[in-house]
């Protein structure tokens, strides 16, 4: 590359780490949008979404793209488009984008509109999906010739010829390793947290805890025997402390939903209700409680 081209040069994680920020600055001010109107309900915003982030995003688009030739992530990371670039361009570049993303949600509802008979509503849907296949694979090459060359991250960026220029020449990102580091730690740690934690029996040691300390249901465990239990409104599952699924009885006055019991029982074949001590001495005595 010549010393010109590594002058105006932008690394590949600057351009996608800009992508990144304006996604997630859109989705604030979006979350903001939504704080306002919760009074007035959610209805008309749900069945008008499409039309609010078209709107949305062409007011954010025209005010950081069109008038300073960079977007909000860019800006952060000092990189803008190149200079040059004439405001039509720039102006067409960000009718394309919210047009684009708008017929993507619109699409179901613009082929019904246009098109009653259902054979050609069909075919008309099929059309849409073989689009947006090729548009998939169109993205994926682009991607990978972004990742050979460095140069327009995205489809359209590569039409309208928009490359990726440091706001202030000779600058280049400093990147703390360490930073890395502490994130594939810390992401290791979490993935490895989310596969143990639902092989562990929490109920078993829960179960185990509570022999070991005074109950306040002492009397009632020993007068506990088996009989039909009625479900009442209101009525929580003495397990996961919810509104119990499919509810049933194990031989106490108490209820707990039938995935709860079942898996507890079949986990620990000594399973005590937590409340009452009452131990299930077999599988016949769980049955569905009494609708009342």
Request: hydrophobic content about 40%.
């Amino acid at each position: 590359m010549a010393a010109l081209d590594r002058d105006v040069y932008v690394p590949r994680i600057s351009q996608l780490d800009a992508m990144f920020l304006d996604s997630e600055v859109y989705s604030l001010i979006k979350s903001q949008l939504m704080k306002c109107v919760r009074y007035f309900g959610h209805g008309f915003v749900t069945r008008m979404e499409p039309e609010v982030d078209a709107a949305l995003k062409y007011i954010i688009l025209k005010y950081t793209v069109q008038k300073t030739r960079g977007s909000v992530g860019q800006q952060l990371l000092q990189v803008n488009y190149q200079e040059g670039v004439s405001y039509r361009k720039l102006s067409n570049y960000i009718n394309v984008i919210v047009l684009v993303n708008w017929l993507k949600e619109r699409s179901s509802l613009i082929t019904s509109i246009f098109s009653c008979k259902d054979n050609v509503r069909k075919t008309v849907s099929e059309c849409i999906g073989v689009l947006e296949i090729a548009f998939q694979v169109i993205h994926v090459m682009n991607l990978l010739a972004f990742l050979h060359r460095g140069l327009y991250p995205t489809v359209p960026e590569r039409l309208f010829g928009l490359r990726h220029v440091p706001s202030i020449p000779n600058t280049s990102r400093r990147i703390s390793y360490a930073y890395f580091t502490r994130e594939l730690l810390w992401h290791g740690f979490a993935e490895l947290l989310g596969f143990i934690l639902p092989l562990i029996n929490i109920q078993y040691f829960h179960n185990a805890i509570k022999k070991f300390l005074p109950s306040l249901n002492e009397d009632q465990n020993d007068t506990t025997q088996e009989t039909d239990v009625n479900f009442i409104h209101g009525t929580t599952c003495v397990i996961c402390n919810k509104s119990p699924v499919l509810p049933h009885g194990f031989g106490c006055q108490h209820i707990a939903c039938y995935f709860c019991i079942y898996s507890s029982y079949a986990t620990g074949p000594t399973f005590t209700c937590p409340l009452c001590n009452h131990q299930i001495e077999s599988k016949v005595q769980i049955v569905p409680a009494n609708m009342s």
